[in-house]
């Protein structure tokens, strides 16, 4: 099978594409990056196909609209295109892209979430996590994932990690990771959260002898970022404080922290990170900062929804060390998502069908 992914260069959905074709069989994959001339006219393409994306349109105004939109070099890599499969795509400003190019290479069209303002009824497959389709009216070209898929799996983690501790020549200790989000509209984290996220910290790694893996995200605010730097990375029981983007001994330091931690505890803004967690095969404790709402995310629903299949724990910050010791000394083996593997069997068969 030959899939061509086009990609809009954030790494959240690029892991979500790498994490899918990973685990296609036989898969032959090209990647190719879109970027528009101008937001607007990614604006308007997808406007334009929210009319027409279910019309079949001619070879040359397809030709017209990539060439009134893309800059040159997108322009020029898709013309080289000659075959595909299956055009992949994950976010909002590639879904038109990929509807267009699906009609130019007779490829099946696939989206990872539901791009805005498209949506997915012209796609041939959508891979949806379950805050999209929970509750709405059942579609034939829906497939179901609770979660969204990325490339974390259990084996592989559990070969890395003990790599990293032969290389890194660790000592032989529990160890926690800390994955922090940022902000959206619903919660944010501050740095009086940060301050007491480190308290706990320090109280549990004393008590436990344990070592904390703490790493932020792109979206955490940069005071809370300055507060933790400035107090982590000189903690003996921190040998990790790791940002975005920096430069690092760890080939992946991300993943490393994924691999070493024996429990992982992620904000809940992220739903990308609780994903990915989720699917390590790690107790995994999702922490809520923000205050009591009388509507949350939905993202909280799949929360909830995980808690009740073993998958994750939720907790706020009052209960978070009672947590860490139970994820620890727990005899309860957690469930790991497995939505990658559902989203590439799904592709699999859609590539194999007429």
């Given at each position: 099978?030959?899939v061509?992914?086009?990609?809009?260069?954030?790494?959240?959905?690029?892991?979500?594409?790498?994490?899918?074709?990973?685990?296609?069989?036989?898969?032959?994959?090209?990647?190719?990056?879109?970027?528009?001339?101008?937001?607007?006219?990614?604006?308007?393409?997808?406007?334009?196909?929210?009319?027409?994306?279910?019309?079949?349109?001619?070879?040359?105004?397809?030709?017209?609209?990539?060439?009134?939109?893309?800059?040159?070099?997108?322009?020029?890599?898709?013309?080289?295109?000659?075959?595909?499969?299956?055009?992949?795509?994950?976010?909002?400003?590639?879904?038109?892209?990929n509807?267009?190019?699906?009609?130019?290479?007779?490829?099946?069209?696939?989206?990872?979430?539901?791009?805005?303002?498209?949506g997915?009824?012209?796609?041939?497959?959508?891979?949806?996590?379950?805050?999209?389709?929970?509750?709405?009216?059942?579609?034939?070209?829906?497939?179901?994932?609770?979660?969204?898929?990325n490339?974390?799996?259990?084996?592989?983690?559990?070969?890395?990690?003990?790599?990293?501790i032969?290389?890194?020549?660790?000592?032989d200790?529990?160890?926690?990771?800390?994955?922090?989000?940022g902000?959206?509209?619903?919660?944010?984290?501050?740095?009086?959260?940060?301050?007491?996220?480190?308290?706990?910290?320090?109280?549990?790694?004393?008590?436990?002898?344990?070592?904390?893996?703490?790493?932020?995200?792109?979206?955490?605010?940069?005071?809370?970022?300055?507060?933790?730097?400035?107090?982590?990375?000189?903690?003996?029981?921190?040998?990790?404080?790791?940002?975005?983007?920096?430069?690092?001994?760890?080939?992946?330091?991300?993943?490393?922290?994924?691999?070493?931690?024996?429990?992982?505890?992620?904000?809940?803004?992220?739903?990308?990170?609780?994903?990915?967690?989720?699917?390590?095969?790690?107790?995994?404790?999702?922490?809520?900062?923000?205050?009591?709402?009388?509507?949350?995310?939905?993202?909280?629903?799949?929360?909830?929804?995980?808690?009740?299949?073993?998958?994750?724990?939720?907790?706020?910050?009052?209960?978070?060390?009672?947590?860490?010791?139970?994820?620890?000394?727990s005899?309860?083996?957690?469930?790991?998502?497995?939505?990658?593997?559902?989203?590439?069997?799904?592709?699999?068969?859609?590539?194999?069908?007429?």
């Open positions: 099978m030959r061509v992914i086009l990609s809009d260069n954030k790494p959240g959905h690029y892991k979500q594409s790498l994490g899918i074709v990973e685990r296609l069989p036989n898969c032959e994959m090209e990647w190719v990056t879109i970027e528009f001339q101008h937001k607007w006219r990614d604006n308007l393409l997808r406007v334009f196909m929210c009319a027409f994306g279910g019309i079949s349109l001619s070879e040359s105004f397809i030709q017209i609209l990539f060439r009134w939109s893309l800059t040159v070099e997108t322009y020029n890599t898709l013309s080289t295109l000659q075959a595909a499969d299956v055009i992949l795509s994950t976010g909002s400003s590639v879904a038109a892209v509807l267009l190019l699906g009609q130019l290479l007779k490829a099946k069209t696939v989206t990872c979430r539901r791009p805005s303002p498209l997915t009824c012209h796609f041939d497959l959508a891979i949806l996590p379950m805050f999209s389709w929970y509750g709405k009216r059942r579609t034939d070209n829906v497939c179901k994932t609770v979660g969204v898929p490339p974390i799996s259990p084996d592989t983690l559990n070969t890395e990690k003990r790599q990293l032969q290389e890194l020549n660790l000592p200790c529990p160890r926690i990771g800390v994955l922090i989000g902000r959206d509209r619903h919660e944010t984290i501050t740095t009086a959260d940060a301050e007491a996220l480190r308290k706990v910290c320090e109280v549990t790694a004393t008590a436990l002898n344990a070592q904390i893996l703490v790493t932020t995200s792109r979206r955490t605010p940069t005071d809370v970022v300055e507060h933790l730097s400035s107090t982590l990375k000189h903690a003996d029981w921190c040998p990790f404080f790791i940002e975005p983007d920096t430069p690092s001994a760890l080939t992946d330091p991300y993943q490393s922290i994924l691999a070493l931690s024996d429990l992982l505890i992620v904000t809940g803004d992220s739903f990308s990170m609780v994903c990915e967690a989720a699917s390590s095969g790690r107790p995994v404790i999702v922490l809520t900062l923000s205050k009591e709402a009388v509507r949350q995310p939905k993202r909280y629903k799949v929360y909830a929804y995980m808690e009740q299949h073993a998958v994750v724990r939720q907790c706020r910050l009052d209960g978070l060390k009672r947590y860490i010791v139970d994820g620890l000394t005899d309860v083996s957690n469930t790991p998502l497995r939505d990658t593997e559902t989203a590439a069997a799904a592709i699999h068969r859609l590539g194999l069908s007429d």
